[in-house]
């Protein structure tokens, strides 16, 4: 799909989307489609959308709106919550789950100079992430088997680092890899394949696991 298409995509269903529709899931993908594009004071807007549902003072959501003509319908929203947590890990943070690979293309979250992504696990690994403005400290907090497999590979800066435990690098905020080196595939081009969005839904799945066993 070329990025006109997706755009013109993005444009025509927000207009079709009904305003006070149980929306969060509508605009936390177009929150993420618009960082896709490149595009964060759109991005921003949806993302902004999504706090309409969102009741005090305990910050409940709700399936709707409070000033929709129906009310808020189901409180305690949670599908409203994982639209949400999509719009910033696969929006804000631009992580992708590939095959062999897994990307990131961070963005600041509104209203913030920072944010980080805390215990983020990739193939038995444990990342740190801090995002600010112009650049992104990587952290490797373990390595299951302590033999420095790992590589980030900056688009930006166009650097290869292999990570070791405890180590902490810094790259320009932008499009990023991690790839292992015994797979014997250096990338070369962080951008995902048309239709690697679909990879969401199997990431989603890594992402609730890793909450839900922080949590309980």
């Not at 929006?91 to 215990?119: D, F, H």
Request: glycine share 8%.
């Amino acid at each position: 799909m070329s990025q006109e298409v997706r755009q013109n995509d993005l444009v025509i269903y927000e207009e079709l989307t009904d305003k006070y529709g149980p929306d969060t899931g509508t605009w936390s993908m177009h929150t993420v489609g618009w960082l896709e594009l490149g595009n964060q004071e759109k991005a921003n807007e949806m993302f902004s959308t999504m706090f309409r549902n969102v009741n005090g003072p305990f910050k409940i959501f709700s399936e709707k709106p409070p000033g929709s003509p129906d009310g808020q319908r189901a409180v305690n929203f949670i599908t409203g919550m994982g639209g949400m947590l999509q719009a910033v890990f696969f929006g804000y943070g631009g992580i992708r789950q590939m095959e062999k690979t897994m990307e990131i293309n961070p963005y600041v979250l509104p209203g913030a100079s920072s944010w980080s992504i805390l215990g983020l696990k990739y193939r038995g690994y444990d990342l740190d992430l801090e995002i600010e403005d112009n650049e992104v400290k990587v952290t490797l907090m373990h390595d299951p088997d302590d033999n420095d497999d790992l590589v980030l590979w900056s688009e930006e800066d166009d650097s290869r680092d292999e990570l070791e435990q405890g180590q902490t690098v810094t790259i320009t905020r932008g499009k990023a890899v991690f790839y292992m080196k015994s797979d014997n595939e250096i990338p070369t081009a962080p951008s995902p394949p048309d239709g690697a969005t679909s990879l969401i839904a199997q990431s989603v799945l890594v992402f609730m696991a890793a909450l839900f066993a922080k949590l309980f």
